[in-house]
């Protein structure tokens, strides 16, 4: 059995979004799989205390000169999005519903949904949004538009959300190595020794 | 003339020690100088509104994780302070004023006070503990002790405080780099990448 790397992320997140890319190279090289976790920050924020960043003083600015130069400096193309952040409950069901049926595909559906808002300024607040990027990646529109309204995705979504919570996630990306906590794109090195070294 | 990095830190910030290790090679390396600015957190977080890191949910406990893990990826010997985070206004007074004496003396100063902090669990909230490690560094005791207190150097580190919040630094390290602002040490690799190419 592989260990897995597990990828806690909000699709709202540019540094998840920057994360995404990196990801399962990282974990490649280690000879370890990825376990996505989309999550939702904003329930998190409720437990942590945390905001969204455009909203907070001199931070808020900051992260909009931060976000594009890292996207620069990552070599990744970025769109700043008109609506920023966006709730992105219906993307987070989707994926978990679609993880269900099929996990690689569902990983392909995560990337799209990322590059969808943060290349092509896609809503993906809207549901109707995420079903036409499902559908580009293989999902039938109407199973997804079901899975989306699903009452056990829902419930499914709160106990990811909850059990991220009571890991300790608090942001995004954040990952989890063997019990090791690796908040941020700019925790990559230290998580890369961490791989190599099992520990320091 | 030379243009300069400026670089912003708390004296009780462990992430600012590590970035004092290794401003002045950086800085170097692209033929500039680095103006020190040892700020009051504190009195930024009451505009930002910052709190201290371990008072934080979540990303406090993380935190006390993820800053020794980052002394050892930096390769700094680190020892978690008893008292966590202080205020460290004695410390910054005594950084201006040796700095309006003696510049490069002053530097060796807030090395000094940083390693204090970090290495030797030197409690440096008292300004006693501040003056002794003066002493070390070639500065006259009861010189330092009156500059401490005197009413020209309260103004100055007022002055500097409200200066580095109108620039829009909120955290430590800050590096201000022709105008363009760099939060964090795990920002270094952009500020290299900015000095050497000036710009992106």
Redesign the interface.
């Known amino acids: 059995m592989t260990a897995t790397v597990d990828f806690y992320f909000d699709f709202s997140s540019p540094y998840g979004y920057f994360a995404a890319d990196r990801i399962e190279p990282l974990a490649a090289k280690h000879g370890r799989t990825v376990t996505w976790r989309p999550v939702l920050l904003g329930a998190?924020f409720k437990?942590?205390?945390?905001q969204p960043l455009p909203s907070?003083?001199?931070?808020g600015?900051?992260s909009l000169?931060?976000i594009p130069?890292?996207a620069?400096?990552y070599g990744l193309p970025y769109r700043q999005p008109t609506r920023f952040p966006v709730a992105t409950l219906s993307a987070v069901r989707a994926y978990y519903w679609a993880e269900a049926r099929d996990p690689a595909r569902a990983v392909s559906l995560a990337k799209a949904i990322l590059s969808g808002y943060f290349q092509r300024d896609c809503d993906i607040s809207d549901a109707k949004a995420i079903v036409a990027i499902g559908e580009e990646c293989g999902f039938e529109a109407a199973a997804m538009e079901a899975g989306i309204a699903d009452p056990e995705v829902k419930e499914r979504v709160k106990r990811e959300t909850d059990a991220a919570?009571a890991r300790?996630?608090?942001?995004s990306p954040y990952l989890i190595i063997d019990g090791?906590?690796f908040?941020?794109m700019?925790?990559f090195?230290?998580a890369d020794?961490w791989l190599e070294t099992g520990g320091?």
Chains 1, 2 share one sequence.
């Open positions: 998190i437990v942590s205390g945390g907070i003083p001199l931070k600015p900051y000169r931060d130069r890292s620069a400096y919570i300790g996630v608090f942001g090791e906590p908040w941020g700019d925790r090195d230290q020794r320091w």
